[in-house]
């Protein structure tokens, strides 16, 4: 049995701990906002933050995660995930929203450490892939999340 720090709650899971957490999310708790994508920690879509840092948990066995508070889009908050969800929602930054979980909690990372971050930290931070191509309007969604928190 592994006790996980789940967005906010102690969850207990008889699982392998070699298991993914990403697959202990979805499939063992039901928290599906945490998307599959490559399966090695490439793309980004399984993003979720171990104590507020943007984490592949595709690539992360759930044996390993310790004591980390996992959070996931399902709970996400703070000052910048509201500015980041409210900036995505301004610029109509989603086309097919696949990536989007790991894209706003990678976003939210990022404005929680830098609140006013540049293109090239942005470039830096956001290496999470978008098969639709929305990374113009992500940048741009978290220059006005960045501003949005300033408010």
């Known amino acids: 049995m592994i006790t996980l720090k789940v967005n906010g709650e102690t969850r207990s899971v008889n699982v392998d701990p070699q298991t993914p957490l ?30 507020g840092q943007p984490t592949r948990s595709c690539s992360i066995a759930v044996g390993d995660v310790g004591e980390s508070a996992i959070t996931t889009i399902e ?5 910048a995930a509201k500015a980041v969800q409210t ?11 696949y990536c989007q979980s790991g894209q706003v909690m990678a976003a939210t990372a990022l404005l929680a450490g830098n609140a006013k971050p540049t293109d090239a930290d942005i470039d830096a931070a ?22 949005l928190m300033e408010i």
């Open 126 to 147: 956001m290496t999470n892939i978008c098969r639709c191509a929305t990374y113009q309007r992500i940048r741009a969604a978290i220059h006005e999340a960045a501003r």
């Open 75 to 79: 709970a996400v908050e703070g000052k």
């Open 22 to 51: 990403l697959w202990v999310l979805r499939d063992t708790i039901g928290l599906t906002g945490t998307k599959y994508g490559c399966g090695i920690a490439f793309c980004g879509a399984c993003t979720v933050h171990l104590d």
């Open 87 to 97: 900036a995505w929602q301004n610029l109509d930054v989603v086309q097919c929203g």
